[in-house]
C-alpha cells in the first residue's frame, strides 16, 4: 500500500517562495506518475503539475507554468513542489497523488487518475 505524507505548507507574502515535499512509502515500481493538486475553499479540488518517473517527464497547469517545478528525489522516495512568485490565489490545500499508471496529458492533471492521496498541507499566500 502507498502511503503519502506532504510537509513543508506555511504563509508567506505574495511575491515569496515555498517548498512542499511528499515523503512516499510502498511503491512496487520505480516508474509511477505523481502529481500535486490544491484544493481552495469553495472550489474543486485541481491539478497543479504532475511528473512521471519513468522519463521524467512533467506538466503544469497554466496557472502556475513558469512559477511552480515539480521534481522528483528517487533515492529518497520524495516528491517536491517548488513554488516562486507565489499570488494570494494560489492559497490552498495542497495534496499530493500518486498511481502506479504511466500517465501523459491531458490525464496526467485529473484527478480521477490518482488511486493514492496525501493528507494535505495548508498554503497561504497573503497580499
Known amino acids: 500500500q502507498v502511503q503519502l505524507v506532504e510537509s513543508g505548507g506555511g504563509s508567506v507574502q505574495a511575491g515569496g517562495s515555498l517548498r512542499l515535499s511528499c515523503a512516499a512509502s510502498g511503491y512496487t515500481s520505480s516508474s509511477y506518475s505523481a502529481a500535486w493538486f490544491r484544493q481552495a475553499p469553495g472550489k474543486e479540488r485541481e491539478g497543479v503539475a504532475a511528473i512521471y518517473t519513468g522519463g521524467g517527464s512533467t506538466y503544469y497547469a497554466d496557472s502556475v507554468k513558469g512559477r511552480f517545478t515539480i521534481s522528483q528525489d528517487n533515492a529518497k522516495n520524495t516528491l517536491y513542489l517548488q513554488m516562486n512568485s507565489l499570488k494570494p490565489e494560489d492559497t490552498a490545500m495542497y495534496y499530493c497523488?500518486?498511481?502506479?499508471?504511466?500517465?501523459?496529458?491531458?490525464?496526467?492533471?485529473?484527478?480521477?487518475?490518482?488511486?493514492?492521496w496525501g493528507q494535505g498541507t495548508q498554503v497561504t499566500v497573503s497580499s
Open positions: 497523488a500518486a498511481t502506479m499508471a504511466h500517465l501523459a496529458p491531458p490525464l496526467f492533471l485529473h484527478r480521477v487518475y490518482y488511486n493514492y
